[in-house]
C-alpha cells in the first residue's frame, strides 16, 4: 500500500509520524473521508473547502491548496491501483512540545491513503438497527461545523451500540434533541416530507447530506430542517442515515421498534447511487 505524507508518495511502512505530532497527543487535527469511484474522488472539492475551513477556524495552516491535493489524490489511486476505495485525508497541527499551547508547534503534517470499500451484504441491501446513545454532544458552537480527529464520543457510542446489538448510535445534543449519529447524518420521512436536523445544533454539515438534499431538490421532494426529540422520531414513517463512505443506509429498528420502511428512501438511494456513479 503506497500513502502521501507531506508532499510524497510512500510505501506505507516507511510513512512515519513523529510520537510528537500533535494530531496523536491531543487529537489536534482535522480529517476528511470520501469515496473514490471509478478512479474518481466523489465531491472531494466540497469536502477540502470544509477541511480549509476548519483549518483557518483551528489556526491551522494548510500545507497544500486543494488543487494540489486533488492533483496528488489521483496519483495515489494510480499508484494503488485501486479505482473504488475510501480516502481519507488527515491534517495535523504538526510535532510540538508536551502541554495545550501550540505555540511550538512545527509544521502541519498532511497524510492521505486509502482503504477498502467495507464489506456489503451478499442478501439484499445494506440495513441498520439504531439505538439511542447515552452520549451527549454540545449543542452549540462553531466546532461541531468541522471534522476534527477528537472523536472519543463517537468511538464510545459506537461501543455502546455494538454492547446493545446495534449497527450505529443516535447522539443527542445537550438540549436532549436529535442531533446526528455516531457517523453519519441522520433523516426521517415525516408526512411525505424529507426531513433532518438544521446544523447549528451540534450538526456536522455533511457532504452526503447536501447531496440528498439536492437530490431532493431534483425529485420534487419537500424537505424540512427541525428541531425533533428522540421519542418524537419513533413516529416516523422512515429513517435512514447518510455518511460519505456507504452513501445511505436505511435504518429498519430504533431502539428496539421497527421501523416503518417508506419507498421515498428507495427513491433516494437510487438517485444518490446515479449521483455517484456519474460525478
Given at each position: 500500500?503506497?500513502?502521501?505524507?507531506?508532499?510524497?508518495?510512500?510505501?506505507?511502512?516507511e510513512a512515519m509520524v513523529p510520537?510528537?505530532?500533535?494530531?496523536?497527543?491531543?487529537?489536534?487535527?482535522?480529517?476528511?473521508?470520501?469515496?473514490?469511484?471509478?478512479?474518481?474522488?466523489?465531491?472531494?472539492?466540497?469536502?477540502?473547502?470544509?477541511?480549509?475551513?476548519?483549518?483557518?477556524?483551528?489556526?491551522?495552516?494548510?500545507?497544500?491548496?486543494?488543487?494540489?491535493?486533488?492533483?496528488?489524490?489521483?496519483?495515489?489511486?494510480?499508484?494503488?491501483?485501486?479505482?473504488?476505495?475510501?480516502?481519507?485525508?488527515?491534517?495535523?497541527?504538526?510535532?510540538?512540545?508536551?502541554?495545550?499551547?501550540?505555540?511550538?508547534?512545527?509544521?502541519?503534517?498532511?497524510?492521505?491513503?486509502?482503504?477498502?470499500?467495507p464489506k456489503l451484504p451478499e442478501?439484499?441491501?445494506?440495513?441498520?438497527?439504531?439505538?439511542?446513545?447515552?452520549?451527549?454532544?454540545?449543542?452549540?458552537?462553531?466546532?461541531?461545523?468541522?471534522?476534527?480527529?477528537?472523536?472519543?464520543?463517537?468511538?464510545?457510542?459506537?461501543?455502546?451500540?455494538?454492547?446493545?446489538?446495534?449497527?450505529?448510535?443516535?447522539?443527542?445534543?445537550?438540549?436532549?434533541?436529535?442531533?446526528?449519529?455516531?457517523?453519519?447524518?441522520?433523516?426521517?420521512?415525516?408526512?411525505?416530507?424529507?426531513?433532518?436536523?438544521?446544523?447549528?445544533?451540534?450538526?456536522?454539515?455533511?457532504?452526503?447530506?447536501?447531496?440528498?438534499?439536492?437530490?431532493?431538490?431534483?425529485?420534487?421532494?419537500?424537505?424540512?430542517?427541525?428541531?425533533?426529540?428522540?421519542?418524537?422520531?419513533?413516529?416516523?414513517?422512515?429513517?435512514f442515515i447518510t455518511q460519505s463512505?456507504?452513501?445511505?443506509?436505511?435504518?429498519?429498528?430504533?431502539?428496539?421498534?421497527?421501523?416503518?420502511?417508506?419507498?421515498?428512501?428507495?427513491?433516494?438511494?437510487?438517485?444518490?447511487?446515479?449521483?455517484?456513479?456519474?460525478?
Amino acid at each position: 500500500m503506497v500513502v502521501f505524507l507531506n508532499g510524497k508518495l510512500m510505501p506505507a511502512a516507511e510513512a512515519m509520524v513523529p510520537v510528537n505530532d500533535r494530531g496523536f497527543m491531543y487529537g489536534d487535527g482535522l480529517f476528511e473521508t470520501t469515496r473514490i469511484v471509478n478512479g474518481r474522488p466523489f465531491r472531494l472539492a466540497q469536502h477540502l473547502e470544509r477541511m480549509v475551513r476548519g483549518a483557518d477556524y483551528l489556526k491551522i495552516r494548510m500545507p497544500f491548496t486543494p488543487k494540489e491535493i486533488q492533483k496528488f489524490t489521483a496519483q495515489l489511486v494510480e499508484a494503488n491501483a485501486m479505482p473504488d476505495a475510501v480516502l481519507r485525508v488527515t491534517l495535523t497541527r504538526g510535532a510540538g512540545e508536551r502541554g495545550y499551547s501550540p505555540s511550538a508547534a512545527g509544521e502541519p503534517t498532511l497524510v492521505m491513503s486509502l482503504h477498502p470499500l467495507p464489506k456489503l451484504p451478499e442478501e439484499g441491501p445494506l440495513q441498520w438497527s439504531m439505538i439511542t446513545s447515552s452520549y451527549h454532544i454540545p449543542a452549540s458552537g462553531a466546532i461541531s461545523s468541522f471534522k476534527t480527529t477528537s472523536k472519543i464520543l463517537n468511538v464510545f457510542a459506537r461501543i455502546e451500540a455494538s454492547e446493545r446489538g446495534a449497527d450505529e448510535a443516535l447522539l443527542l445534543n445537550t438540549n436532549g434533541e436529535v442531533a446526528e449519529t455516531a457517523g453519519g447524518n441522520i433523516f426521517w420521512v415525516y408526512q411525505n416530507t424529507i426531513c433532518t436536523v438544521p446544523t447549528g445544533r451540534g450538526v456536522l454539515p455533511g457532504i452526503t447530506r447536501a447531496v440528498v438534499l439536492e437530490i431532493c431538490q431534483a425529485l420534487g421532494l419537500e424537505t424540512n430542517k427541525r428541531v425533533i426529540k428522540p421519542q418524537h422520531l419513533r413516529n416516523a414513517e422512515g429513517i435512514f442515515i447518510t455518511q460519505s463512505v456507504l452513501g445511505i443506509v436505511p435504518v429498519v429498528a430504533f431502539d428496539g421498534e421497527h421501523v416503518v420502511p417508506s419507498p421515498l428512501v428507495d427513491q433516494i438511494a437510487t438517485a444518490y447511487n446515479d449521483v455517484l456513479q456519474r460525478e
